[in-house]
């Protein structure tokens, strides 16, 4: 963990010494020295992709499962130091068990989700080509922020016009409901989007818009600030793959 101005106020590692909150251990020194030669890195390169992008999805899935593996060890571990008793070891492999399932869950649906960005993205250009822009998208890679060089963001695309860049678009897929339309499951619990009604022309019409407290609202906030340089707007783009829904909403 770092203060505002970069010095280091606690450090653990999982290793035998990286015991916090001022762990010595080489694998922290390593990460010091990683931070510090990324900070320097200001540039927008198009061909260094994040850790969940598509090139990289493998290394990342194996780092997580990895992590999840000497989690379990450390509880095997302490459980054997301080129990000694044979049926709570066995509870907590059942336990790390069920994260790693849970983990595999998640990174499949991760996984579904990167695989289905080119269908999301060519349908997204497709609506806006109907409502008579005239568009194309922009691979951009890592993007680091000059003022903040801990914070980078990794947009699914950037959006040109009239061959200026002048947006991001972040592509999501509802792999939860995508049999069903935005109408159908708006009021299901965890969905993304909300119901509101607007007054229009003397007319009470229903639209639908991204809830405040969801994690994309986050993620598009962030990127829009790190990519204040040249995004005006970020345009979320929420695909259902089997019924065909595709909603956009603009920010």
């Not at 990895?66 to 044979?86: H, S, Y």
Request: with cysteine; proline share 4%; aromatic share 8%.
């Amino acid at each position: 963990m770092l203060n505002a101005v970069g010095d280091i106020i606690h450090a653990s590692c999982s290793c035998p010494d990286g015991s916090g909150p001022s762990c010595t251990c080489k694998h922290t020194a390593a990460l010091c020295y990683a931070l510090e030669d990324f900070v320097k890195v200001f540039v927008l390169p198009e061909d260094i992709p994040s850790c969940t992008g598509k090139s990289n999805f493998q290394l990342f899935l194996s780092m997580i499962l990895t992590l999840l593996e000497n989690k379990a060890w450390g509880k095997r571990k302490q459980n054997r130091q301080l129990k000694g008793e044979q049926p709570e070891a066995y509870k907590l492999n059942k336990v790390c068990d069920s994260e790693r399932d849970s983990a595999e869950s998640f990174l499949s649906a991760m996984k579904y989700e990167l695989d289905m960005e080119p269908t999301v993205i060519n349908r997204y250009v497709a609506e806006k080509v109907k409502e008579g822009s005239n568009i194309s998208i922009k691979k951009l890679g890592l993007i680091i922020d000059k003022d903040h060089g801990f914070l980078a963001v990794s947009p699914d695309g950037g959006i040109e016009e009239n061959n200026s860049l002048v947006g991001i678009v972040e592509c999501k897929v509802a792999v939860k409901w995508s049999h069903q339309t935005v109408v159908d499951c708006v009021k299901e619990p965890g969905y993304p989007l909300k119901s509101m009604k607007i007054n229009q022309h003397g007319t009470s019409v229903q639209v639908f818009g991204l809830k405040p407290n969801y994690d994309w609202y986050h993620q598009i906030q962030l990127q829009l600030y790190v990519c204040r340089s040249f995004a005006k707007y970020c345009d979320l783009a929420l695909l259902h793959p089997d019924s065909g829904s595709l909603y956009c909403q603009r920010f």
